[in-house]
Structure formats: structure tokens, C-alpha cells
């Protein structure tokens, strides 16, 4: 599960957008160089030629530094970087002898492709993020959900494994007769952050409806996942008693947890009624 708001995805969408052109434009001016025999830059020789082209001087800047934590840029660093020592070497050959050897050049084009098609890839990934999570919560929207749940059941029938949900609605009537909507929905946006801080890798959160929500679990049975609905119902309400900033208000979350079964007709599951209830002072 992707820990980011759609805001967040936005940002790293426009981040993605502006690292290629930022590389298209660096690669022109290069490959330009050296068709035409024109000087080349002295920037593209530093050993840190990384670090001086235009996407490098951005990409590094300090603003970018929570974008360079994540895994997907991390990759694109280490191939921006074998990049340019590529470059590098073309141009250092250059200097010596006045041409560039047809292996030189093969690596430097291979470098340029594999660059490239990482930042398309993650730009593909990250709007298809994008159009499927809700923009208030981050949790992935109602229209993915039952598509998601059918090809788990496909794969249950094929002898999968162990698939559990757990069913969340918080009631927020009279929070929002109290409060008005927009702290409302500050409160499903504190909440929903904490379950995705909790998720493991696999796990998925999913806006069913208003203030209905799925945590999908996979490789567990019902019985297992009471331990982390424990410790998930402490963090939101923790969460929650942290940053609303309001009087003792009550706060009720409905919850169930459920089996997913490969035969089970979902909606019904979906809406099972008997819910236990957890409540939060706030």
C-alpha cells in the first residue's frame, strides 16, 4: 500500500514529469555535442557529473529529499548515476582520440533507455495510483474494490491462501451535527493515515462508502487478525485524540471481521450487520 494522500501523488507525478524533461533536454544537448564535434560540457567530466546536469542540480536539491527516499527513486538515482559515468567515458575518449568507440556509445544509449523507461514506468504506475484512490483518505476507491476482491476469490479457488477482511465504519452523526463536515472529515483523513501506517506490505485499504471502509488482509484467518485490530482501533484512536484539539467528544467505529470465502456473493459480505462497536473519547 502506497502511504500517500492523492495530493502527495500529484507532486511526485509533476516531480516525474519534470525529471524528463529536464533529461530529455541534457541528453539533446550531449548527443548534440557530439555529432557537431562542439565543445563539450566541462560538467560532464567531474565525477560527480551527476550532480551538475540539470535534472542532477534539482533532483538533489533539497526540497526533493523526501523523493529520494523512496525505493522507486532510489532506482532511478542508481541508473541516473551509471548514466553519466557512461557519459563520462564518452567524453574523456573524445578528448584522447578524437572519436568514440561503438561499445562506448552502445552502453551510453543502453544507460539512456534503461533511465528513461524507469521514469515512464514509475510515471504509469503513479497515475494509475492516482485514478484509483480516494483524494480525501488515500485509502484506494470503491471502484476497484470488488474487482480486487473477485480476483482474490479466483485465486482462493485455485487453493490460495487464507484471505480476511476487516470492516470499519465510523460514525461520524454527531461529530458532524457538533463539528461540521470539514472537521468530519479531518477525522476520516487521521483516521484512514493511521490504518495505512499500519498496513504491511500487501495489505490494502479500501473507501467503501461514506465513512465505510475495507482492510484487506491477505495470509490470514479471521482469528488471526484480532490481535492487529486490537493494536489498529489504539492507534486511531490515539491518532485521533492527538489531533482534533476539541472537547471530550465520543466517537463510535463498527467493525467486523470476515473470511473471505471463493463462493461468497460480495455485496452481501460487504454489508454484514452485526458489528461490534469501539468507542473513542476524544
Given amino acids: 500500500m502506497i502511504n500517500v494522500t492523492s495530493e502527495e501523488l500529484e507532486r511526485i507525478l509533476a516531480t516525474i514529469k519534470e525529471a524528463l524533461s529536464l533529461h530529455e533536454h541534457w541528453k539533446d544537448n550531449l548527443i548534440r555535442n557530439l555529432v557537431c564535434r562542439l ?6 567530466m567531474l565525477e560527480d557529473a551527476h550532480r551538475h546536469c540539470a535534472f542532477g542540480t534539482w533532483f538533489y536539491s533539497k526540497p526533493n529529499a523526501n523523493f529520494r527516499d523512496l525505493p522507486a527513486f532510489k532506482k532511478i538515482d542508481e541508473l541516473h548515476q551509471e548514466m553519466h559515468q557512461s557519459a563520462r567515458q564518452i567524453c574523456f575518449g573524445i578528448k584522447a582520440v578524437g572519436t568514440v568507440p561503438e561499445v562506448d556509445y552502445d552502453q551510453f544509449l543502453g544507460c539512456l533507455t534503461r533511465f528513461r523507461n524507469e521514469m515512464t514506468e514509475l510515471q504509469q504506475r503513479v497515475t494509475y495510483t492516482l485514478q484509483n484512490i480516494d483524494p480525501l483518505t488515500g485509502a484506494y476507491n470503491n471502484t476497484k474494490l470488488l474487482p480486487d476482491l473477485r480476483a ?13 477482511l476487516l470492516l470499519m465504519d465510523i460514525d461520524l452523526k454527531i461529530f458532524n451535527q457538533s463539528h461540521g463536515r470539514n472537521k468530519g472529515d479531518n477525522v476520516l483523513r487521521t483516521a484512514i493515515s493511521s490504518v495505512r501506517e499500519a498496513l ?3 495489505d490494502k485499504v479500501y473507501r467503501y462508502g461514506g465513512a465505510e471502509f475495507v482492510i484487506c488482509l491477505p495470509g490470514r ?36 471481521i470476515v473470511g473471505l470465502d471463493a463462493k461468497a456473493y460480495l455485496e452481501e459480505l460487504l454489508d454484514r450487520s452485526s458489528r461490534s462497536t469501539f468507542a473513542i473519547t476524544m
Fill in 39 to 44: 565543445p563539450l560540457a566541462p560538467t560532464d
Fill in 152 to 164: 482474490e476469490q479466483e485465486r482462493l479457488k485455485a487453493g490460495g491462501a487464507p484471505y480476511s
Fill in 200 to 202: 504491511s506490505s500487501g
Fill in 221 to 256: 484467518k479471521p482469528n488471526e487478525v484480532e490481535e492487529f485490530k486490537e493494536a489498529l482501533l489504539k492507534k486511531i484512536s490515539e491518532a485521533l485524540t492527538t489531533a482534533t484539539g476539541e472537547p471530550a467528544t465520543s466517537l463510535s467505529i463498527h467493525y467486523s
